[in-house]
């Protein structure tokens, strides 16, 4: 089966910056997509940032400018650097891979899963 590990949440004061990274992990042959979302109290999850990949990439409005995502293929990683967090961005970090394919009992299946979301808080 596919894990996705989450890590680099915390706690921050406004105008601060984290790194958070999600690994998949299992026998996985290929992901079309990885992305973040997040859930602040109360609210739905929102999508924060998508790709990149063929698709290009994404962004929420409330953020772009100040996240970047990137990936890294090879270890199956995606990473959200978060610049000038504002007290608004307080929220759970959830990583999603669409798209996994992966082997398990020479078989093929696909997928998609998510973290177990990471806590991120910025203090005013």
């Known amino acids: 089966q596919v894990q996705l590990v989450e890590s680099g949440g915390g706690l921050v004061q406004a105008g601060g910056s984290l790194r958070l990274s999600c690994a998949a992990s299992?026998?996985?042959?290929?992901?079309?997509?990885m992305a973040w979302y997040r859930q602040a109290p109360g609210k739905q999850r929102e999508l924060v940032a998508r790709?990149?990949?063929?698709?290009?990439?994404n962004y929420a409005d409330s953020v772009k400018g100040r996240f970047t995502i990137s990936r890294d293929n090879a270890k199956n990683t995606v990473y959200l650097q978060m610049n000038s967090l504002k007290p608004e961005d307080t929220a759970v970090y959830y990583c999603?891979?669409?798209?996994?394919?992966?082997?398990?009992?020479?078989?093929?299946?696909?997928?998609?899963?998510w973290g177990q979301g990471t806590q991120v808080t910025v203090s005013s």
């Open positions: 790709g990149p990949s063929t698709g290009g990439t």
């Open positions: 999603y891979a669409g798209g996994v394919t992966y082997n398990t009992g020479g078989k093929y299946y696909t997928g998609d899963y």
């Open positions: 299992g026998n996985i042959f290929s992901i079309i997509v």
